[in-house]
């Protein structure tokens, strides 16, 4: 019971959680940075410059780099799997294929905390 | 209705890699954490006996060798600001205690490197200006201090060996930071200390090019 009540909310925390996230680590970031370079007239060729001269291999976040590319490769491999199981053409789901890969990694998440939820609580599940 | 065979091993197999992905991904953040400890540490301790040497070298040479000295003294101040810059980016991933301790070293390090090139001024009469540079990285206690650092990046590379910049975080715990701030009244954040004169706020571009220039004895080709 309540599948559909329940989808819709886990789609409704998934899109506020990944917009958050997006916001505070990318936009509000990246808006900061525009801030930045206006104070000296956008001079890109110095600021690329500067993180050229700047940069080295331990800057990078290589377990953010890990975590990012495994949980992309499983949504590209349950994506492709989909598409094969309903017989469709991958090319004509573009766009709710890329929402798909945004969105399915949170919305998993919160399903799979669901799942645990019910597992503790001992139910079985009615389809 | 279907009840649904629940397949105890197919859950587990999931959860097992689930775990293992994150294992390894947790695995692969602490080593990177411990490699960037070892980095910045060795980096302060090159700059301690950098400095130790460069203090020698002043004590020793005197003023004949001075724009040797100038110029040794104004690459070490870049290479610390900009593995101190770095550190700080470090500590935003992880907030390991040893990040905070070597953070430290490295602002003790700014502040000597600042009084050298003070003492270098007096002794070489090098036509320089330096900046201190005190600012917050926390969150909501210093919105301009971005902006701030951006522009004294930015006027470094114009003014290049003729300004030295030493960007202090006011919220470390250290007593000689916390004498610097008293003395020199910091009570409002950015705040630069150009030469001996304070400005409090964010100052633009051209405003601070102006100060700076002020400062020269013979006028740099950007005034």
Not at chain 1, 59 to 62: E, G, S, V
Not at chain 1, 122 to 125: N, V
């Given at each position: 019971m309540?599948?559909?009540?329940a ?10 959680y ?10 509000k970031?990246?808006l900061?940075?525009?801030n930045?370079l ?10 690329i ?9 331990l800057?990078?976040?290589?377990m953010?780099?890990f ?9 590209l491999?349950?994506l ?12 004509t789901?573009?766009?709710?294929s890329s ?10 998440a ?11 609580r001992?139910?079985?599940?009615k389809? | 209705?279907?009840?649904r065979?629940f397949n ?16 390894i991904g ?24 950098d400095?130790?040497?460069?203090q020698l ?12 000295l100038?110029k040794?003294?104004?690459q070490?101040?870049?290479?610390l600001?900009n ?7 470090y500590?935003?991933?992880s ?12 602002i003790?390090?700014e ?26 990285d926390l969150?909501?206690?210093c919105e301009d ?14 003014f290049?060996?003729?300004?030295l ?13 916390k004498i ?6 910091i ?19 051209k ?5 700076i220039?002020?400062?020269y004895?013979?006028p740099?080709?950007?005034?």
């Open positions: 309540f599948h559909l009540p989808a819709f909310s886990v789609a409704l925390i998934a899109i506020v990944v917009t958050y996230i997006l916001s505070k680590y990318i936009f970031p990246a900061n940075y525009l930045d206006s104070y000296i007239n956008f001079n890109v060729p110095f600021a410059s500067k993180s050229f001269e700047q940069f080295s291999l800057d990078l976040n290589y953010i780099m975590l990012g590319l495994a949980i992309i490769t499983i949504s491999i349950v492709k799997n989909a598409f094969k199981f309903t017989q469709e053409r991958m090319r789901a573009l766009f709710s929402l798909f890969l945004i969105f399915y990694p949170t919305v998993l919160i399903t799979w905390l669901g799942v645990i939820f019910d597992l503790v001992g139910k079985r599940q389809w | 209705m279907v009840v065979s105890f091993r197919r859950h587990l197999t999931a959860f097992a890699i689930t775990a293992l992905i994150f294992v947790l695995l692969i953040g602490l080593t990177l954490t411990n490699e960037r400890i070892k980095f910045t540490e060795n980096f302060a301790r090159q700059q301690k006996a400095y130790d040497s460069l070298q002043y004590l020793y040479l005197q003023k004949g060798s001075c724009p040797v100038e040794t003294l104004e070490n101040i870049q290479e600001e593995n101190r810059a770095r550190l700080e980016e500590i935003k991933d907030d390991r205690e040893d990040f905070k301790l070597i953070e430290r070293e490295y003790l390090s502040i000597r490197y600042w009084l050298l090139a003070k003492q270098s001024k007096i002794d070489c009469g090098s036509d320089t200006v330096s900046i201190l540079y005190f600012y917050s969150e909501g206690e201090c971005s902006a701030q650092g951006t522009i004294l990046d930015f006027l470094k590379e114009t290049k060996d003729r300004l910049t030493f960007s202090l975080d006011i919220n470390i715990e250290d007593p000689m930071l610097l701030k008293e003395t020199k009244k009570d409002k954040l950015p705040a630069l200390i150009v030469e001996d004169d304070k400005y409090s706020g964010l100052i633009g571009t405003e601070l090019k102006k100060i220039c002020s400062h004895k013979t740099h080709s950007e005034c």
